[in-house]
């Protein structure tokens, strides 16, 4: 570990876009300022919208506060070694980014069954949704996302910091991934990337198969809504979760359940800028353009700003929280 320490890696980044750094900068600004604008608004209609005070959007919430950071731990980063020119990146820097990053992404899986978990009950027990979906059982699954997402990711994270590197320190990824980590150790590291693939089985598929399970479920029981009108409504409230889910999920699985992670290629990387730059920011257009209920608390917002702006009122005031 105290030898490590002193290790600099290099990220190689996309050495292919060199010649065209100025554009990919500009690309990767803009993306990132959308993702962070619009998870801030849905954080902020939730927040503000007494019709979003509800376990679905409270959870909504807590999911665009933390993508906001799950993209601010590797894109800042990225955009300025784009400009520097200079791809380094300290030890410690990076087995942090490598924790808080993934730690964030695990708590993301998390939240996102809960999500489901939240559908499932509005829908296919909704006489004891309300007595279920209480504030303190809500506040406690948004707690135990976030802790079980920091505390899943540390006992990996401890490991890759005591192992020992020896040259060359050349991470063919542009952020410290888990394997390309591991590539570069000179011990033997078998038993890492096997608990690596057991804690990504325990992590990503299980989730994922519940997440299913739940949605075969809510989609029998819409099926079985005689009113059009209802289905409609039940399919609008499940529709943004479930693409989300197919979404990030997809790359996630490519990435990471398999027995033995395949060599950093331009191909994985691509994956990689997909679940990191673009399914963030598809994120807040998927929910606020499907959603009807934000679609409902955006225009209320706009109408609300722009009265009290012409009556010379400020425009927020304190609301108290209840779902």
């Given at each position: ?206 989730p994922f198969l519940l997440i299913l ?42 990435m990471y359940v398999r ?65």
């Amino acid at each position: 570990m105290n030898q490590s320490v002193q290790v600099e890696f290099i990220l190689l980044g996309f050495p292919s876009i060199r010649d065209r750094w100025i554009i990919v900068f500009l690309l990767i600004l803009a993306i990132y300022c959308f993702t962070v604008i619009g998870n801030l608004v849905i954080i902020m209609l939730v927040w503000t919208d007494l019709h979003l005070h509800t376990p679905m959007y409270f959870f909504l919430g807590n999911f665009s506060f933390m993508e906001i950071w799950y993209t601010t731990v590797i894109i800042p980063k990225t955009m300025a070694n784009i400009v520097t020119d200079m791809e380094t990146i300290q030890f410690a820097a990076c087995i942090i980014q490598y924790y808080v990053f993934f730690s964030l992404g695990t708590t993301e899986i998390f939240l996102l069954s809960c999500m489901a978990f939240d559908r499932y009950l509005a829908i296919c027990n909704p006489l004891r949704y309300s007595t279920i979906m209480r504030n303190g059982v809500c506040l406690r699954l948004s707690l135990s996302c976030w802790l079980g997402g920091f505390l899943c990711l540390m006992p990996p994270a401890v490991l890759i910091a005591h192992l020992k590197f020896c040259g060359p320190y050349i991470i063919n990824h542009f952020f410290c991934d888990g394997p390309s980590l591991l590539r570069l150790s000179c011990i033997d590291t078998y038993l890492i990337e096997l608990f690596h693939f057991i804690l990504a089985l325990i992590v990503i598929l299980l989730p994922f198969l519940l997440i299913l399970i739940s949605y075969i479920f809510i989609i029998s029981t819409i099926l079985r809504i005689p009113s059009g009108t209802g289905r409609n409504k039940a399919f609008s409230t499940c529709s943004s979760h479930l693409i989300v889910v197919l979404i990030f999920y997809g790359s996630l699985i490519f990435m990471y359940v398999r027995p033995k992670p395949i060599n950093a290629s331009e191909m994985n990387k691509a994956v990689a800028v997909f679940y990191t730059l673009v399914t963030p920011m598809l994120n807040p257009l998927i929910y606020c353009f499907r959603n009807t209920e934000v679609k409902k608390a955006m225009k209320m917002q706009c109408t609300k700003h722009v009265a009290l702006k012409e009556d010379g009122c400020p425009v927020f005031s304190a609301i108290e929280y209840n779902f």
